[in-house]
């Protein structure tokens, strides 16, 4: 009742990806003094040490996910199956992590990794303050809060610039643009897929609103309608995988 699991999108450079799939997410060391005083003084200027606190960074947008991703490699041939446990090649002395994502990275094609994850988010802290914020008022590279297992976030701004969202003074709301979960122990992700995609334009249909494409045979048409009322999108809706993946290749 109190795990709330979702799931979601960590996006990072593959040599981490595939330590983070195989060992599982690093703990963030906690700040230095030194790092501490550079943040009270300069904020934002000292660096970033977790904006939003200082834990693993996920996200349910994957789009947004490839904004932290700056390696420009691609895929070749079984080189994951290599990387993920259980598989052959995992166990193999001769297989080193570095030998791997220099395979990857050695082509063209500019496919980048995303980890998809089981998350514990447990009670999440809602982070409203903006990293702006004098040090004291907000999360910027601080512990979890006390009597809260996570942070969670609706951003919006620039790509890589994002920031809570936020009621203005004629009150208007921003719109968020995506999302941030940060957790604080590593114990709280489990990878289960590393997924290699390439950023593209969204698929629009004849209303000129992005396509949902649902896969499913029994769809809950209520909630496909409310979501094409509301979500500004068009729900195309297709009974099987193999019927989805045959609508993509010819669009």
């Not at 598989?87 to 193999?92: C, E, L, M, N, T």
Request: proline share 8%; net charge negative; with cysteine.
């Amino acid at each position: 009742e109190h795990v709330n699991l979702v799931q979601a999108w960590h996006g990072a450079d593959l040599k981490y990806q595939l330590m983070n799939a195989v060992c599982g997410m690093r703990k963030m060391p906690p700040l230095t003094d030194d790092e501490k005083q550079g943040l009270l003084l300069h904020g934002c200027d000292a660096g970033d040490y977790g904006w939003h606190g200082r834990g693993v960074y996920l996200t349910q947008f994957p789009s947004y996910g490839t904004v932290f991703i700056s390696n420009k490699g691609t895929a070749k041939g079984t080189v994951i199956d290599a990387a993920l446990p259980g598989s052959p090649a995992a166990s193999s002395s001769t297989t080193s992590t570095a030998t791997m994502c220099g395979a990857w990275e050695s082509g063209s094609g500019g496919l980048k990794p995303l980890l998809l994850s089981h998350v514990l988010m447990g009670r999440p802290y809602p982070v409203t303050v903006s990293k702006d914020a004098p040090f004291h008022e907000n999360m910027h590279g601080k512990e979890c809060p006390s009597g809260f297992d996570s942070c969670y976030s609706l951003v919006c701004g620039g790509r890589a610039n994002m920031d809570p969202i936020r009621m203005h003074p004629d009150g208007s709301i921003d719109v968020p643009q995506a999302d941030e979960l940060v957790v604080f122990n590593p114990c709280q992700v489990l990878p289960y897929c590393l997924v290699m995609c390439r950023s593209r334009s969204s698929v629009e249909g004849p209303t000129g609103a992005p396509l949902l494409l649902v896969v499913d045979p029994h769809p809950d048409e209520v909630l496909l309608e409310w979501v094409q009322r509301n979500g500004n999108v068009e729900v195309r809706r297709f009974v099987s995988t193999a019927d989805v993946v045959a609508w993509i290749s010819q669009h």
